[in-house]
């Protein structure tokens, strides 16, 4: 572990060990603390400090996709990596297909299988069907263009068909949890760098900036349904949660004087002019 995270055990157990009798929470179950406590890793993590992990996955050739990995949210980043290390990212292109069709012959899902079991549940089965419609219109050939400019200078020439280098496309397929690449290289894996939802994990960790907005948002979670807990407390218990949250976010902000100027010097920099 690194000394700059704390585990949500530790956080938990110390969250029970300074509760007193007369608390308001002593008597919240150890059950309803650890929900809470990773209902907080989640509300902070996505919010203040995310988990941006980076993984590498092998590409299935038989239908060009990538699976998205367990613990996935939200997509940062997606390419290959060439011989210097450095990740050509993909382009995301909402035209790839990847449309299913009912199976045949039709077989129908249970809706006793779902939290509500009514007959307006029930759905015909679907597999995925990537196959063409019918034949469509090819792109106009390269001999409508006169090519005579500099060594792989055409690229992107015809207004509306797009240009640059990138290593290829995708599309996100959040029904059957997977990515549809289009890959412009032979890359048989992709890295992919993606928002984690930090609660998955076996026992999670929050950097120690956010340990004390983590401890107020329990407090304040465990004693908001309570009938018993007078109002003005719950109201003092989630104005010390934002406040927490407030200094863990302007602990956690990265963004510096230095970044601010080399943002306003980046319109002044010069590049060569064809």
Known sequence: MSMNKVKL??????FIVTLDGDDYVSNASDAAIRNFALRGIREIGFDLGK?????????DTTNDTVALPSDYVDLTKLGVVDEDGIIRPLIQNNNINYSSKEKSPASTTDSSAGPLDISQNIINDRESSKTATGSTPKRPDDSFVF?????????GRLYGFGGGQAAGHYRINL???????????????????????????TDPEVHVYAEEALRSYMYYK???RKASVPANEKARARSEYYNERRKANARL??????????????????APKY
């Open 9 to 14: 055990s530790q956080i938990v157990r110390d």
């Open 51 to 59: 988990k941006i992990r980076s993984i590498k996955v092998s590409i």
């Open 147 to 155: 090519d005579n400019y500099t060594f792989a200078g055409g690229t």
């Open 175 to 201: 029904d059957d949890n997977r990515i549809e690449v289009e890959l412009h290289t032979s890359a048989s894996e992709v890295v992919i760098e993606y928002v984690a939802d930090e609660a998955r994990s």
């Open 222 to 224: 465990l004693v908001e």
């Open 253 to 270: 902000s990265t963004f510096n004087k230095e970044n601010a100027l080399n943002t306003i010097r980046r319109n002044f920099q010069q």
